[in-house]
RNA sequence: GUCCCCAUCGUCUAGAGGCCUAGGACACCAGCCUUUCACGUUGGUAACACGGGUUCGAAUCCCGUUGGGGACGCCA
């Protein structure tokens, strides 16, 4: 049989980077196995799903090249076949109707904690004759958990990543799969929807782990074979505690906002919790070849940004100059930034070069600014400060060789230690007022490579004008 | 409170009883390279949570302690 996985979120906000992980991993795993990888909408809850989220997360999935095989899955839509499945586990007196009201169930939980017990369902209508009910209430139907004679049994889930976990039935209660309103609950829904997508694989947030003795008691009670189960450890902040927005950017579509990459993202995704040997740059081609569950750990990570920056500066030196190019030119843009045809091309003239000093394609934007705009660049306070008296002598002189200098970047490397040479300077001397005067900064690419993507014009009346000031 | 899971440098990890004087990566520090910055490169600081077993031998197996996390809804 073939292997088919689903990454199930509920649209109740945007893509938790700890679920895009979840995602990627149910990804990898098809992949490898050569099976399929389907999405589910967990819409069940109508107060807090919404289309908005739906679409951020179609969007975010999308972006980290993580679309399913096949049409999304909207589990709202099975409604009517969760319901079916209800009735037939209470046909089959695998279910019961019960006919508690929400606050009689709330004092039977306090009144548990009180006492110290675990707050579970006591089973009050499990027995009992539904004609025996109050008069106006409709019932909830009820899973009856298993009840061994003597009192012992256990169920066994055998998790790929977690090893053998064993729950006593002691300790499972009466879930619900029904509610009052004839609606499922996600326990049911999930049980009924895996098993009908025929999904052999459920990973997940292992959050998830003692939900799926839950689960497995639905499995059992329809006569269905249980999936196989991989509960993947969650992802902390950098204090260990659960991953909030205030650890940093958390949502996967923020991460495309601050400049990273998508491969970057889903790499560093990857290494966290799983691991080959020393390998640290994984592709995803050798991701799909390498990834199996057993290579996953079991102890949850925490997120570290400084690690998903150096990876994403790797990746974008190893990215197409056209590709980077365009992702610059879109963010300058949308930071109000003018400029022209010749400012693009300049850009990605100039790309291979930036590309290597920058991380993010934020930051790489910042850098490539200069090389976009027309005319004098602004200039920081650190550079303004080289541009003394002397500087603004050399640069008037530099201004007037340059003219009659050949305009092509190793040319200009070799025109400008010969200017040095002749001057009786340092190469470094000629190197940073010419930069501040081109670029307004005291950091950026080689400047024989800078003067090159400039061309004569630009770079003359930009030394000139940094001269005059 | 009850149940479940987890535990190697600050962080991510390698490690399946001898290959471990514990390896790699990020971060940090120092040197080299150099027209700035970055890249690259060389070196450095830095970990098996603790306590008991088992064994000739334990980071690796077992038990306990401590610490962390998760789950206990007519939420998902």
Redesign the pocket.
Known sequence: MSVRTRFA??P?GYLHIGGARTALFNYLFARHHNGQYLLRI????K??STPEAVRQILESLDWLGLGPDEPPVF?SAREARHAEVARELLARGRAYL?????EE?AAM?EQA?KE??????DGRWRDRDPAEAPPG?T??IRLKAPRPEDGRGEIVVKDLV???????HA?L?D??IL???G?????H?VVVDDHDMAITHVIRG??????TFRQCMIYDAMGWHRPHFAHI??I?G?D???LSKRHGAVGALEFREQGFLPEAVCNYLL????????E?IVPRDRAIALFDL??V????????Y??L???N??YL?QADDDRLAEEVLERLAKHGIDFGTIGGDRVRALMPELK???KTLEELAGTAAFAAIEGPPPMDAKSAALLTPEAKARLADLAQFLTDAPWERLEL?RW?RDYAEVKGL???AV??PL?VALTG?????????VLAALGRTEAVDRILAAAEE
């Open positions: 979120p509920s109740t967990e819409d069940t809850d107060q807090r589990q019960a006919f508690d009201t929400p169930l939980r904690m110290g017990r675990p707050p579970r369902y209430r019932p909830a977690q090893g053998e976990v064993r729950v006593a300790e209660d879930l619900i509610r009052s309103d609606t499922p609950t996600y326990l829904a292992d959050d998830h782990l003692t939900n450890p969650l902390h950098a260990g505690a659960k290494r966290l919790g799983w691991g080959h040997g020393d640290e057993k290579d750990g079991r102890a949850a990570s925490r997120m570290d400084a690690k920056t150096h990876l500066g790797v030196r290597a000093r920058a490397e400008l340092k190469l470094g190197a940073q930069r900064s005291t950091q950026s690419p080689p400047i024989d490579a």
